[in-house]
């Protein structure tokens, strides 16, 4: 089978491959940092003769924000697969919690640990490599490939949904879909198709006081507190049971099908690992919903960072005269993020003490959530492929994070998206010591050429 | 009346007098920053130096922190008074919003600028160019005068408390009691006693989350979030109404009297001009108090600093792995520190939610509040002797902060102590373009000789 070929020159130049995306992930290609910008775009140019070198026809599209790499190769047959990736990474910090550099790629136990390892450069360059394998042991492509690799995912850039937009028609032709590696498998050993996918919204909520810190003393019980206002905002928009207390926010909730509380069921998650993994006693959220019925299928409201008054060392008395907290709301299906962010504005307003002026940024971009119909051609492929990839049987499973692009290929282009992810929610996606499973990046390769193969 | 011939020796010297505190003020005697140490040191030497040329015994205690500089003079009668002074400053950042250069003192409108002009070199040198007044012009001191004056106020030292403990015996001894200006009047026009100092004891309260911070979309729902846990337990000590809600909190707290009600009401305190002052279009507190009592009475909880997770430039998409509050409450007469900080210990611990850590540190150290019978012949004749100096009547205030040696020599000399401030609470006692009325100066001068002569 012609495939046997394609993952006998996986096993063959694995070393080679790791070699490689060494090189990629050194790049600190931090898209929210301004002073990485060269980085950005260094990463970027090596990646395109990259695929140069491979034999694709490649380029790099220049946008407002940072370019999009594009590589097409054809193949035996005119269908096209188009696969997604991005090519910037997190800001590192807190840096002093790295155990090796972030941009110096470290082998240990089996993981390759840097930043981006997972997210999303180790994932993607898996069908950067199994698409090289196919044109290497085989001689062409099986079908037509295209890479859309972004420079600015971290960093909520619309470049490339624009480009989208603009090239939908174009995109489409003769797509049989989209394959995105973004995303996370349900275990180590077990593969999985991401079905669907919460959306996000981001606030800024600035409480403003006195004109500037004042003495805790001398104006203390006569001048309101900006942190204390910002405090109870908060707690008026979520409870600790894990309840949003906005107005409305639950109104366009979608409910969970019967198939999708069977198949949490059956999965049978153990509240016990997801404690030990991230160094907490006890797990939180709403009651009613089991922990993966939670992470995939509730909204939330979170507070990314809080900060006002004084933060250094030792003792301050002031009232400070600002407080600050970052929000971000998770959105499931049916939810729309610009009416939820309104709501939530509406309620922040509504709840904030009349001693402290509201400045509220945000609301109006991010992603709604997704959800993908299981029973399309694409994704049964991609679950077979999984299987030949990794060698064991590929569950179906949701995503607490967004993907927002996701989202545009599948309104504008309104072809399947296959997300197959090949990273664990362990790998510390946006944290420190940021990690991805070689074998993963391995099988993820051969996944990918089955696939393609598939087609 | 002996008295008279002072007063016309202020008069007649007064740019003298003036000329002297501008050397005193120059020096740049930071104690809380150890490239003044220096600065410090010359400053007390200068102090010193001046005080013998007086014609006083003088000399320098050196301690384990910064030098305390005493003087003393004999007078006709054994009574003796103690005045408290410091000669270190505050540090001067944002230096940049300075007019003036802080340690160029300038003078301007009637006021003097700079660096320790009313906190505390001005106003301590208007005892010092009393006792000048005396002498010269009368030949001798009514009565005994110790001055005691510390070069560590300004960065929390323990050397002052340490020697009056250690010398109380002695310091008591013969004492009417103690004189410290190092507060305010009422207004530039009204010279007050200030017979009521606010408490304060800090806490600072950490909630740890999950071991690192961890994606918000992967793990919200499912693992708690500090900030969030910390803004409910902050909800859960202070309302916005100015109530604070730990149990037991306002079980000690001293009534006002009667005639303190009435104070307040005849000093028609306008709401106004503080919002003003601060740039608040509301104020914040207890409505069923004054503004004056809530700030001179009622006993609160701040946070004077709060930080957790993500503080940058847009946003990231984080579950904070811990949120910490900086936390100060202001006690009035009666309560007690530590018990006010186990009360509220054990409240936080109560409210803290399952899903986070806590830690809390301090609690432990701080200083209760302190008031002061007016019916005393030390404050009777301060009155009278503000009356003299000001040529308006003194009236009685609180004082929202704490000044921790009035405390400890009321403790240690159980002698009655006189807070007769000459400085303005809009005077930027800790701010950039500190300044003192130099009529208060003077004033203050006459006050200080009169109140000897009555003694």
């Not at 198949?263 to 939180?284: E, H, P, R, T």
């Not at 030949?388 to 599948?410: D, M, N, Q, R």
């Amino acid at each position: 089978m012609a495939t046997d070929k394609a993952f006998d020159y996986i096993d063959q130049n694995k070393e080679r491959f790791l070699e490689e995306l060494n090189e990629f992930l050194r790049f600190p290609s931090i898209s929210a940092q301004s002073d990485h910008n060269k980085d950005v775009l260094a990463c970027g140019g090596w990646l395109k003769d990259h695929l140069a070198n491979l034999g694709l026809e490649a380029g790099i599209i220049e946008t407002e924000g940072k370019p999009i790499v594009w590589a097409r190769g054809r193949g035996r047959s005119s269908k096209k697969v188009i696969f997604y990736g991005h090519y910037d990474v997190q800001p590192v910090d807190p840096l002093e919690e790295w155990r090796t550099p972030p941009f110096e790629p470290t082998v240990k136990d089996g993981y390759i640990y840097g930043r981006g390892t997972t997210d999303d450069k180790g994932q993607f360059f898996a069908h950067v490599k199994a698409v090289e394998s196919l044109l290497k042991a085989e001689g062409e492509l099986p079908c037509e490939v295209l890479f859309l690799v972004e420079g600015e995912e971290e960093s909520n850039g619309e470049a490339l949904a624009d480009y989208i937009k603009e090239n939908k028609v174009e995109l489409a032709s003769r797509a049989v879909g989209v394959v995105v590696s973004d995303s996370s498998m349900y275990d180590e050993r077990t593969p999985a198709i991401t079905y669907a996918l919460r959306g996000v919204v981001p606030l800024e909520v600035t409480v403003k006081g006195p004109s500037c810190d004042l003495h805790s003393g001398q104006y203390g019980g006569a001048i309101g507190n900006p942190a204390i206002a910002l405090a109870h905002i908060i707690s008026e928009c979520v409870g600790i049971d894990g309840k949003v207390k906005i107005k409305g926010f639950y109104d366009d909730v979608r409910k969970l099908e019967d198939w999708e509380r069977e198949n949490v069921k059956k999965l049978n998650y153990q509240d016990s690992s997801l404690k030990n993994q991230v160094g907490v006693k006890n797990l939180f959220g709403e009651k009613e919903f089991a922990t993966l019925e939670r992470l995939w299928a509730r909204p939330t409201f979170e507070v990314n960072g809080i900060f006002g008054g004084y933060m250094g060392e030792g003792g301050k008395t002031i009232i400070p005269a600002r407080a600050t907290a970052k929000i971000t709301m998770r959105l499931v299906p049916n939810m729309d993020l610009k009416k939820t962010a309104e709501l939530a504005k509406g309620h922040i307003r509504a709840v904030c003490p009349d001693f402290v002026e509201l400045e509220i940024t945000g609301g109006d971009a991010g992603a709604n959530a997704v959800i993908f119909d299981k029973n399309n051609e694409l994704i049964k492929a991609g679950v077979e492929a999984l299987k030949k990839g990794f060698g064991s049987e590929a569950v179906y499973i949701g995503c607490g994070g967004s993907i927002p692009v996701t989202l545009t290929f599948w309104e504008e282009l309104k072809k399947p998206i296959l997300l197959m992810g090949l990273g664990q929610d362990s790998d510390g996606a946006h944290s420190p010591n940021e990690r991805f499973l070689i074998s993963s990046f391995i099988n993820g390769a051969k996944a990918s050429a089955y696939l393609l193969n598939s087609i």
